[in-house]
């Protein structure tokens, strides 16, 4: 028996079926046509954002990471509860100017800018993160050609790294962001080429749930924010401090501590160098604002025995829910929370094996859990599927289509 990971507050049953939303699976299955679904609840949702408000300093602005999911309906939801956007690549502006997010409200962020890219965002008013020299000179020469006062920030590179991240993105060598000890010359650059110049953008990790390190990560943000401003001789009009909340998945997960880290973080902020007095301050998070709202259904298309081991076949897979397979940045497979929508909250009565419909032993949704027996046509559930879900995982592959997607 491998034990599951928690399933996430805010769902209740009916009947003893799941229910989402305030409907309930089977309901949402037939309002979308058919299994794999991905349901998304704007409640929980708006909850989320609420409650992150509630326990962050008021001058901190909240961003939402566009890449978590991209889903247009959720999109636009998402746009009234936030302060803005970060997007990282031209696709992903053009997603969010059509889902009605104004220029202003957006940072682009990412390596490997296209020229192209460059240009739709100086055209446009949007900020710029710059990942390196080069990129600041191609987008001041794109300033240059379009008459206009590019937006710009330095995405930093900083030493420091998110202690017990998910996914390091800073510290050592990076292709994410300008080394910190190339920054200031390449401020002062920015600045005397006559740029909007907009300040910094330091992202250290992702997926921390452990508020000492979230605490130490911005503290060190901060500091290096002040720092780098110093020596550059440039101020700091604003500064992105990164986000890396992270979210239970899996057994023995525990919730970060918001208020730990709100209350810290406004402690740093009532005693700000001076250089940071008149800066306006924003965390970017993704998966934290959306990822547990989300649940992947599936249906069970078989049930079968093999050398004593139970297989639930489903209509789903790795080609919707690659996080939830274990082939999505995790380095040992554990299993997220799942649960079979029929008898939600039931106790476990068997061992099984919940695997998706493609030919390879990767596509595994739950992994010897214990679970109340299901049967063929039973949905399954899998949870803390509203971030990196059905955009961050191979659709066409085994050409067996998207997922639906939904939000309720
Ligand atoms: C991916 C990413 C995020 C969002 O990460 P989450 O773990 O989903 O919060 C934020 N900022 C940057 C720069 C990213 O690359």
Redesign the pocket.
Known sequence: MKPLGPIPGGFDAKDGELVIGGKTASQLVREAGETPLFVYSRDLIERRVADLRAAMPERLAIHY?M??NPYRPLLEFVADLVDGL?V?SGGELAQAREAGYLPREISF??PGKRDAELREAVRSGVTLNLESANEADRALEIGRQLRVAPRLAIRVNPAFELRGS??K?GGGAKP?GVDENKVPELARRIVDAGADWRGF?I?SG??ALDAGAVIEMQANTLELAARLAGEAGVSVPHLNM?????IPYFDRDAPLDIRAVGAALADRFAALPAVLAGTRFAI?????LV?EAGVYLTRIVDRKESHGTTFLVTDGGLHHQLAASGNFGTVVRRNYPVAIARCFGAQGEEEATIVGCLCTPLDRLADQARLPRAEVGDIVAVFCAG??GASASPATFLGQGPAREMSV
């Open positions: 990471a890449k978590a970060d990282a962020a990412g998910g996914m993105m994410f953008h992202y992702s997926q990164g986000g890396g909340f992270g970017e998070l993704g998966r934290y990822g971030a990196y």
